[in-house]
């Protein structure tokens, strides 16, 4: 079994900052993509960043040169440094890993999400 839990949101002003992380834990051989996704209310979930075996990165149009995404490995953990938020930029966040199980399995595994709410 894998578990991942988000962590890191809140309530800030528009233009702080917060980092949100994602650590997963259980039967991992190597988490080969880690991505984070959002949805406002009354919204559909949207990518946001991710980061497929600590090379390639992709981000939506709209995070792009606000929200780096890193990762450390050896944690299994994804990081998310949102900077310049605006308010916009409300919703819940979730975490998706993409995870080699110790068992040779391929499968995909949510958090449960961090909300992040955005004040003007």
């Known amino acids: 079994q894998v578990q991942v839990v988000e962590s890191g949101g809140g309530l800030v002003q528009a233009g702080g900052s917060l980092r949100l992380s994602c650590a997963a834990s259980?039967?991992?051989?190597?988490?080969?993509?880690m991505t984070w996704y959002r949805q406002a209310p009354g919204k559909e979930r949207e990518l946001v960043a991710t980061n497929i075996n600590g090379g390639t990165t992709d981000y939506a149009a709209s995070v792009k040169g606000r929200f780096p995404i890193s990762r450390d490995d050896a944690k299994n953990t994804a990081y998310l440094q949102m900077n310049s938020l605006k308010p916009e930029d409300t919703g819940v966040y979730y975490c998706k890993d993409r995870v080699r199980t110790s068992r040779g399995l391929l499968g995909d595994y949510w958090g449960q999400g961090t909300q992040v709410t955005v004040s003007s």
């Open positions: 259980g039967s991992i051989s190597r988490i080969t993509a």
